[in-house]
């Protein structure tokens, strides 16, 4: 079997693709994850357009415990995220960041209801300074 720690769901975008790769070298995951990525994220497991995408993505999941090992789920959104609208569809960066955070939140306890002995780990992306491609990401509790 091959081995992997990580079952990570990430957004499609573009401009965190770099970053995020960069983000997982200095945490330890240089090859040790299973990517999926969606636009998104977390979103489609807490309003999907059809419960289709929440199976589908369910059963990558299961693939990656069965054939991978994975011990860990790793869901990560981020902020001006087209999935969601954009930043401008919110009134405030603190309101997009609660909106996030909650869905984070809310993803976490269906893949847990799911999959209870997989830890699941909440990071959010924002952009640093005004580089388009530099992103950080923050845990969340």
């Known amino acids: ?24 070298l200095s945490i330890g995951l240089k090859d040790k994850y299973d990517p999926f990525t969606c636009a998104g994220a977390a979103l489609n497991l807490v309003r999907p ?3 289709q995408i929440r199976d589908f993505i369910f059963n990558q999941i ?9 011990s860990q789920v790793y869901l990560v959104n981020h902020l001006d995220c087209a999935a969601y609208g954009g930043s401008k569809t919110f009134p405030s960066q603190d309101t997009e960041r609660k909106r996030h955070i909650d869905d984070l939140r809310q993803a976490r306890k269906i893949v ?7 830890e699941v ?7 640093e300074g005004n580089r388009e491609f530099n992103w950080s990401f923050e845990q969340i509790p």
């Open 1 to 24: 079997m091959t081995q992997a720690q990580a079952f990570i769901i990430w957004c499609i975008d573009p401009r965190i693709q770099t970053s995020f790769r960069e983000w997982l």
């Open 49 to 51: 357009d059809n419960e």
């Open 62 to 70: 299961q693939i990656g415990l069965e054939h991978h090992g994975i």
């Open 112 to 118: 847990k209801a799911r999959f209870p002995k997989l």
């Open 121 to 127: 780990l909440l990071f959010l992306a924002r952009k």
